[in-house]
């Protein structure tokens, strides 16, 4: 409705402006990726964080990552159900810890040792994902279970930023819920380093959205990378082919 579209919209802006304002207080690109994407987070319009697509038994499990192009410093969680911003959580990862990706049980520990913001799980659902869920369940399990029928509305939602600073350092980051509907415990490509997330200075920054299991089967964000630094492909000649 043209009401949600102008709901969008000033979201969007939100966000932009959020990295923009950490950009001009001499913030890196990483810093602008987490800035924009945390408004996002919190606004339960997008498929991230609060209002989050809902697994198939109702509940919230949430993906995100962060790469910095300059040093290819990563960090990531799957299956989280507890950071209110889990890029910033995947970003601790990436600063904090020897190691680029926690799941499940040990991304929400891990959240909590760190001292980041830790909510309750039923925090994250809102009624408007509950009722979705209610329809998806309603209709033909045959219909739902393939992608390519997959409700046009479930398709969009998940958030991403790539940003270039003013030293000429890309960073990208990618937040979601993942697929509405989804098995417990399944992981997309979100958190997968050169799945859903991807970046390097000498080529592109990517945040991906569509289907996971896509996208991590071709390991496309890290293509794109990979087209471009060996193959000489332009970015949209990579992305298109
Ligand atoms: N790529 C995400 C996933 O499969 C979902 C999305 O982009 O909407 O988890």
Redesign the pocket.
Known sequence: SAEMDAQYRAALTEALLAGHAALEAGGDALDAVEAAIRPMEDSSLF?SGRGA?LNDEGEVEL?ASIMSGAGGQAGAVAGARTPRHPITLARRVMAESPHVLFAGEGADRFAAHHDLEIMEPSWFVTPRRSRRLKRMKAQDAAATADLASHPVD?????VGCVALDGDGHLAAG?S????AR?AFG?????PIIGA?TWAADATCAVS??????F?IRLAIAHQLHARMLHGGQSLPRAAQE
């Open positions: 498929n697509v993906d479930d398709k969009f939602g998940t990618t979601t819920g993942g697929m989804k399944r992981v997309g490509d979100s859903g991906c959205t569509g289907h996971g299991e996208f």
